[in-house]
């Protein structure tokens, strides 16, 4: 599978022969300055919550490929205000099963207005499963108890988590959750972007993961991996 990262909480997916993108904030990201958005390949435009800084371009690729956007019920309504019905909602615990494979929306803790200041429903974070690797994308949330039951049920290969503190978990949080999901291979998001999410020890980071026996695996800004 292989994934190329946006910047902030933005990654696409090849993941079973389509391009899933999740989180789109790139015209609104300096450090993204350097990513041109109608270059980015999407079928389906997976957002976690209604901030902006997950939003923010989600409408603008969706329309340039005809992409199918998958969020909670209100965020899928909201776009259906704005005149694109091309949406599957969901809403936490529900899966839906796609010609890529199947997602599981789950709990995020976090909060989830949209940018007008519209309802944008409970925040929440992405199980992906089929015949590639099983994904977690947690979206932006604290560290919680119920991490334990996609680590039970789900057993994720691979999860995006955020680490930049503040806003969601940190490093130490992050690897509480890696070990409640049951995941040794961590992308970290959700770092950087803003001064309050500066993240002064990425060395450290990827140490404190190394000494749990895990991997945590950052990307540079337009850097593709193959996993
Ligand atoms: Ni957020
Ligand atoms: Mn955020």
Same mark, same amino acid.
């Given at each position: ?20 993108? #999740? ?74 099963? &796609?010609? &890529? ?42 560290? #919680? ?21 503040? #806003? ?25 972007? #803003? ?23 950052? &990307? ?8």
């Amino acid at each position: 599978m292989e994934i190329t990262f946006y910047g902030h909480a933005c990654f696409a997916l090849k993941y079973g022969g389509k391009n899933i993108l #999740f989180d789109p904030f790139i015209s609104g990201n300096p450090l993204a300055s350097g990513i041109n958005i109608d270059e980015i390949k999407a079928d389906y435009v997976l957002l976690s919550h209604g901030h902006q800084d997950h939003v923010l371009d989600a409408l603008t690729i969706a329309k340039k490929n005809d992409a199918t956007i998958v969020s909670n019920f209100e965020i899928t309504s909201w776009y259906g205000t704005k005149g694109y019905e091309k949406c599957q909602p969901l809403n936490q615990g529900g899966k839906w099963k &796609f010609d &890529f494979g199947t997602v599981k929306y789950v709990n995020a803790i976090h909060s989830s207005t949209l940018p007008d200041g519209s309802n944008g429903g409970n925040p929440g974070g992405f199980i992906l499963s089929g015949d590639e690797k099983t994904v977690y994308f947690a979206g932006d949330t604290a560290l #919680f108890m119920d991490m334990q039951l996609i680590g039970r049920y789900n057993r994720p290969d691979l999860a995006f988590l955020p680490i930049g503190d503040c #806003f969601t978990m940190g490093v130490e949080d992050a690897i509480i959750a890696s070990d409640f999901i049951e995941c040794n291979e961590i992308i970290g998001m959700h770092f950087d972007t #803003f001064p309050y999410i500066a993240m002064s020890d990425k060395d450290g980071a990827v140490d404190a993961f190394k000494a749990k026996g895990k991997n945590l695996h950052l &990307f540079e800004i337009g850097e593709s991996k193959t996993f």
